[in-house]
Antibody, heavy 119, light 110 residues
Framework: DVQLVQSGPELKKPGESLRISCEAS????????ITWVRQMPGRGLEWMGK????????NYSPSFRGHVTLSADRSTSTTYLHLSNLKASDTAIYYC????????????WGQGTLVTVSS | QSALTQPASVSGSPGQSITISCTGTSSDIGSHDLVSWYRQHPGKVPKLIIF???KRPSGVSFRFSASKSGNTASLTISGLQTEDEADYFCCSYAGSSTFVFGGGTKLTVL
């Protein structure tokens, strides 16, 4: 089965940095983009960016560019979301999802990682 | 890159049909036949229910159908069931390997 498993919940202080992982299994890791989506408490889904694991080429939403960095490790079939200089407004659930091409839809999704930023 | 526009909420009674609209621009929905829809129950992971404007993945009920015209996509749920009560999000490819979501619509089954 195709599966994406994310790292566990995080509690961080403002100004700190964070790395969330998304480990893929059940398919050829380099053959599919991975995308990341943010969901703030009680809010909708926001597309953050995507990475192509075959060459680590990334694209970001203008809303997140400069604050987020995506990376991939083909040796462990894992993609990472890096967030720097955390603020309380970064408190959210972060999801990774596989991008099916050329249809450009997201499936499956990881289980989500809750990030809480609080002093 | 602005979010696609969806109504904040819709409601219907069991057995009825409802339609959720999703309005974008000529840069996203209007330029690509790549609208997908996701359903999210409270506290759960979003699930794909429609892709490429109108196609249903295997395992998704025939009660879900969708369409696209110009810059607007629509999701219709027929024969409403209580289990359909959830949040629904549209998403469109926006060119240059980027995507944009709608703000989401809360469906209440009365």
């Amino acid at each position: 089965d195709v599966q994406l498993v994310q790292s566990g919940p995080e509690l961080k202080k403002p100004g700190e940095s964070l790395r969330i992982s998304c480990e893929a299994s059940g398919y050829s890791f380099s053959s599919y983009w991975i995308t990341w989506v943010r969901q703030m408490p009680g809010r909708g889904l926001e597309w953050m960016g995507k990475i192509d694991p075959s060459d680590s080429y990334t694209n970001y939403s203008p809303s997140f560019r400069g604050h987020v960095t995506l990376s991939a490790d083909r040796s462990t079939s894992t993609t990472y979301l890096h967030l720097s200089n955390l603020k309380a407004s970064d408190t959210a659930i972060y999801y990774c999802a596989r991008v099916e091409l050329p249809e450009n839809y997201f499936a499956p999704w990881g289980q989500g990682t809750l990030v809480t930023v609080s002093s | 890159q602005s979010a696609l526009t969806q109504p904040a909420s819709v409601s219907g009674s069991p057995g009825q049909s409802i339609t959720i609209s999703c309005t974008g621009t000529s840069s996203d929905i209007g330029s690509h036949d790549l609208v997908s829809w996701y359903r999210q129950h409270p506290g759960k992971v979003p699930k794909l229910i429609i892709f490429e404007n109108t196609k249903r993945p295997s395992g998704v009920s025939f009660r879900f159908s969708a369409s696209k015209s110009g810059n607007t996509a629509s999701l219709t749920i027929s024969g409403l069931q209580t289990e359909d009560e959830a949040d629904y999000f549209c998403c469109s490819y926006a060119g240059s390997s980027t995507f944009v979501f709608g703000g989401g619509t809360k469906l209440t089954v009365l």
